[in-house]
């Protein structure tokens, strides 16, 4: 049964800091990885996908890596914005029916 | 552009009540998905639908019956509402599962009293 753990479950940083989001899952035998970002009471808004062949993927400040053989993926904010304040969650498509399996998700707050 | 919409966005039920979720999709999707989110347990897959007139069971399938009549729509059915069916309900679509990525619409808020 796959497995995904996202930590921390929360983080604060002070606006400008570059930071890391971590991803983990364990099995390796994946399709594709997905990072969504949710706003409170809001849905989910993709953010980057990246597949089983690709090692990482960039949109703007964000930059995703992937590493199947260890299980890890990462997602790199760069002069992080009071403005990236949200939850994000990682989802990865695995076995034979191809199932979708989230994380819970890291809470981040960027304080001005 | 509409992308994924869902109706109602919020609704209080009694136990023992029924009730339907539409999710309605405008980008002749494939696959359409229906999760719930609770605290603490992430996002939990309810049923899918990889095309239309086909459903299939997800994780948590038990008390919720769903119908893919069009492409376009994914209703999800409460027969009977309970307390534990309180959370919050998603919508997602995709063109395919395992190389594009998913869309999803804002929520229904659902509480079962």
């Known amino acids: 049964k796959q497995e995904v753990t996202q930590i921390p479950a929360a983080l604060s940083v002070p606006e400008g800091e570059n930071l890391v989001l971590n991803c983990s899952f364990t099995?390796?035998?994946?399709?594709?990885l997905q990072w969504f970002r949710q706003d409170p009471g809001k849905g989910l808004t993709s953010l980057l996908l990246?597949?089983?062949?690709?090692r990482e993927q960039t949109s703007g400040r964000l930059n995703a890596s992937l590493d199947k053989s260890s299980g890890r993926s990462t997602l790199y904010i760069a002069a992080s914005q009071p403005g990236d304040s949200a939850t994000y969650l990682c989802?990865?498509?695995?076995?034979?029916?191809?199932?979708?399996?989230f994380g819970t998700g890291t809470k981040l707050q960027v304080i001005p | 552009n509409a992308g994924v919409t869902q109706t109602p966005k919020f609704r209080v039920l009694k136990t023992g009540q029924s009730m339907t979720l539409l999710c309605a999709q405008d980008?002749?999707?494939?696959?359409m998905y229906w999760y719930r989110q609770d605290p603490g347990m992430g996002l939990r897959l309810i049923h899918y639908s990889v095309g239309e007139g086909t459903t299939a069971k997800g994780e948590v399938p038990d008390g919720y019956n769903v119908s893919r009549l069009k492409k376009q729509n994914f209703l999800l059915g409460l027969e009977s509402a309970a307390p534990s069916q309180t959370s919050v309900y998603f919508c997602?679509?995709?063109?395919?599962?395992?190389?594009?990525?998913?869309?999803f619409g804002q929520g229904t808020r659902l509480t079962v009293v």
């Open positions: 989802a990865v498509v695995s076995g034979g029916y191809q199932k979708v399996t």
């Open positions: 099995d390796s035998a994946i399709y594709n």
């Open positions: 990246i597949q089983s062949s690709q």
């Open positions: 980008m002749n999707h494939e696959y």
């Open positions: 997602a679509s995709s063109y395919s599962i395992g190389t594009t990525e998913a869309f």
